[in-house]
C-alpha cells in the first residue's frame, strides 16, 4: 500500500514536471494554437466586413485615388494649355553676369520649360506622395479594426495607425529634405565645379545629420505612443550599457576626426599627400570612420580617421612649386673656371626650362664645399610645377641635362669617383 502511494506521488510530480517543460517550450505544443489565429469562422468574417464597412468612405478612396494617380496629369494638361508652344525660351544674362563675363551665360542660354521642370509639377508630385501616403494608413486603420473585430483587444492595437502614420510621413519628409538638399547643392556645384570635394563634403554630413535626427524623432515616437523609452530598450545590463558607451565614444570620435579633415580643407579625395607617419600616397576614399590611401606600389591602405585627424601632413597636391637640388663634383686644376662655366650652365637651365622661377626663389649655382679630392658644386633651382607626376620628373631631367651641356660648353671635365676607403 505504501508502495502505491509512493508511486502516486511519483507519477504526479513527473506530471507536473512534463507540463512546465511543455509550457516553457518555443515550439512544440503551440503550432496549433498560433495557426488557430488566422481560422476565421463564418461569424468572424461577417463581423470584420460589418465593422470594416462603417470605418470605409467610399468619397474618402475616391479623393485618394485622384489625388494619388490622377493629379499629376490633370495639372499636366492645365499647364499645357496655359503655356502653348512654350518648350524652351532663351536666358537673358544680368547685368551682374554680364560684368562678370562668365562663360555660363554662353552655356546656359536656354531655360527649359518643360511641365517636369516646372514648380507645378513639383507640388503636383508631392500632392500626389502625400496622398498615396495617406492610403497606407487608411489600409493600416482597416487592418486595425479586423483584428479588433475578430477579438484582439482595442487598447492594444489603438496606437498602432497612429504611429505608422508619424513614422511613415516623417521619413517621408527627411527624404524630400534630402531630395532638396541634393537639388541645391547640384545647383551649386554647376556654378562653382571647383568646389566638388567641399560640396561632396557637406552632402555626406547633412545625410548623416537628416538620418540621425530621423531615427531619434522615431524613437520619440515609439516612447509616446508605446511607453517604450530608448534608455529602456539599450539598459538591458551594466555590461551591455558600458559596451555601448565606449562604442558610441569611439564611433563619435572618428566622425568628428572623418569631418574635421574633410572640412579644414586639408586633403581631399585624388589628392597625393605625405602624413608625418610615413604614410604617402593618394587618397582613394575619404570616409566618416575610415580614410582609404592608394600607396605609391598599388597597395590600398585603409586607415582610421583617429590615427589621421592630429597628424603633420603635406599635400602635395596642392603644392604648386618643385625644388630641383643637385651637386656635382670638379676638380681642383679647374677651380678658377668654375664660376664662369656656372653661368653658361644657369643660361643653359633657362633654356631649357620655361618654367623655371627667376624672380621670388633662389636660382643658385656656387661653389658650396672643398673636399679633399674635389670642389663641390651646388645648383638649387625652383620651378612653378607640382612636386610629382610626369612633368616634374621631365623637368628635372632637363635640368640635369642642361647642366651637362654648360659643362661641356665649359670645357671642365667632372672630378672622378673618390672612395673613403682608399684614401
Known amino acids: 500500500q505504501n508502495m502505491g502511494k509512493y508511486q502516486a506521488v511519483k507519477d504526479s510530480a513527473l506530471a507536473g514536471k512534463v507540463s512546465s517543460a511543455v509550457a516553457s517550450s518555443a515550439l512544440a505544443g503551440k503550432i496549433t494554437s498560433i495557426c488557430q489565429v488566422f481560422v476565421l469562422s463564418r461569424d468572424d468574417i461577417h ?49 551682374t553676369e554680364l560684368k562678370k563675363n562668365t562663360s555660363a551665360v554662353d552655356e546656359q542660354d536656354e531655360i527649359d520649360c518643360s511641365y517636369e521642370s516646372s514648380y507645378i509639377y513639383q507640388f503636383a508630385v508631392h500632392v500626389s506622395q502625400m496622398a498615396k501616403l495617406a492610403l497606407l494608413v487608411y489600409l493600416c486603420d482597416i487592418v486595425v479594426v479586423a483584428l479588433a473585430s475578430i477579438g484582439y483587444k482595442a487598447e492594444e492595437w489603438g496606437n498602432v495607425s497612429n504611429l505608422f502614420a508619424k513614422v511613415l510621413y516623417t521619413s517621408w519628409i527627411a527624404h524630400r529634405i534630402q531630395s532638396f538638399k541634393t537639388h541645391f547643392l ?30 531619434v524623432k522615431i524613437m520619440g515616437y515609439f516612447a509616446m505612443e508605446t511607453g517604450v523609452a530608448l534608455g ?11 559596451m ?3 562604442a558610441s565614444q569611439e564611433l563619435a570620435k572618428g566622425v568628428a576626426n572623418g569631418i574635421e579633415m574633410a572640412a579644414s580643407d586639408r ?28 600607396k605609391y606600389d598599388g597597395a590600398v591602405l585603409d586607415v582610421p580617421n583617429t590615427q589621421l585627424g592630429g597628424q ?23 677651380i678658377q673656371r668654375i664660376p664662369d662655366a656656372l653661368e653658361i650652365c644657369k643660361d643653359e637651365i633657362k633654356k631649357a626650362c620655361p618654367k623655371l622661377i627667376i624672380d621670388g626663389k633662389p636660382f643658385r649655382a656656387m661653389i658650396s664645399s672643398f673636399e679633399t679630392q674635389f670642389v663641390e658644386v651646388t645648383f638649387n633651382t625652383n620651378f612653378s610645377l607640382p612636386p ?8 628635372r631631367q632637363e635640368v640635369f641635362l642642361a647642366i651637362d651641356r654648360g659643362v661641356k660648353k665649359a670645357g671642365l671635365n667632372y672630378a672622378r669617383p673618390f672612395d673613403p676607403a682608399q684614401k
Open 388 to 395: 610629382t607626376g610626369e612633368g616634374f620628373w621631365a623637368n
Open 232 to 242: 529602456s530598450i539599450a539598459a538591458f545590463g551594466t555590461t551591455s550599457t558600458l
Open 47 to 95: 463581423q470584420i466586413v460589418t465593422n470594416v464597412s462603417e470605418v470605409i468612405h467610399a468619397f474618402d478612396l475616391f479623393v485618394l485615388f485622384t489625388l494619388g494617380w490622377m493629379f499629376v496629369p490633370a495639372m499636366g494638361v492645365v499647364y499645357a494649355v496655359l503655356n502653348e508652344g512654350k518648350g524652351k525660351i532663351k536666358r537673358v544674362a544680368s547685368r
Open 186 to 215: 547640384s545647383r551649386f556645384l554647376r556654378k562653382c565645379p571647383e568646389e566638388c570635394d567641399k560640396v561632396l563634403m557637406v552632402n555626406r554630413v547633412l545625410d548623416l545629420t537628416v538620418l540621425a535626427l530621423l531615427i
Open 312 to 334: 603633420r601632413l603635406i599635400n602635395v597636391s596642392k603644392t604648386k612649386t618643385c625644388q630641383v637640388l643637385t651637386k656635382i663634383r670638379f676638380s681642383y686644376d679647374d
Open 244 to 246: 555601448i558607451s565606449f
Open 267 to 294: 586633403f581631399f579625395e585624388g589628392d597625393n599627400v605625405h602624413f608625418g607617419d610615413g604614410t604617402q600616397g593618394y587618397i582613394v576614399k575619404l570616409g566618416f570612420l575610415r580614410t582609404k590611401v592608394r
